[in-house]
């Protein structure tokens, strides 16, 4: 492990932060900013594999939402997505635009309009994913299976306690 005042530096604790925020917290604050690199990194990096097809990491990760919740309206698409109603419209209108998504009004109540993918979204998907697995799985070989694993559940933890945090401001 690197002494802390390396390991952190770049991440942007100094010396004087880290001697007040200790150890552990010059750790933590490190480590926040290393995953919104990351995340940052690896979203750059998906969006030059989709861009080919005018896509975005953000409309592909919204269709999966879309996918894995059903039909669901676009509050609680922008919830499970993490994002805004407003942002998550947009993302939806961008994709309706393509073909991929259709914005529809519920059944019950023609206030509330629900996201549903369409046929074309599904042969699309189905196409590339391989490829597109292939490619993260890739990026993720620096880690062997133990690690990927630990990896996996820490950050599942971390999620956990950001959602939680972010229901209980709402």
Request: aromatic share 4%; no cysteine; charged share 25%.
């Amino acid at each position: 492990m690197l002494p802390m005042s390396s390991a952190h530096t770049g991440l942007g604790v100094d010396a004087e932060q880290a001697a007040r925020l200790g150890a552990d917290g010059a750790t933590r604050i490190a480590t926040f900013r290393l995953i919104v690199l990351v995340a940052q990194e690896l979203r750059t990096l998906m969006d030059q594999l989709l861009r080919e097809d005018g896509l975005t990491t953000q409309q592909a990760a919204l269709t999966s939402v879309v996918d894995a919740l059903g039909s669901p309206s676009l509050s609680e698409a922008a919830q499970a997505f993490g994002t805004t109603h407003q942002n998550a419209k947009q993302v939806a209108a961008a994709l309706e635009r393509k073909g991929f998504l259709r914005i529809v009004p519920d059944r019950r109540d023609a206030r509330v309009r629900r996201l549903v993918t369409t046929a074309k979204s599904r042969r699309y998907w189905q196409r590339r994913s391989p490829d597109d697995q292939r490619e993260v799985l890739d990026w993720f070989s620096g880690l062997g299976p133990d690690e990927a694993a630990t990896l996996f559940e820490l950050l599942s933890r971390v999620e956990r306690q950001a959602r939680a945090t972010l229901v209980a401001r709402r």
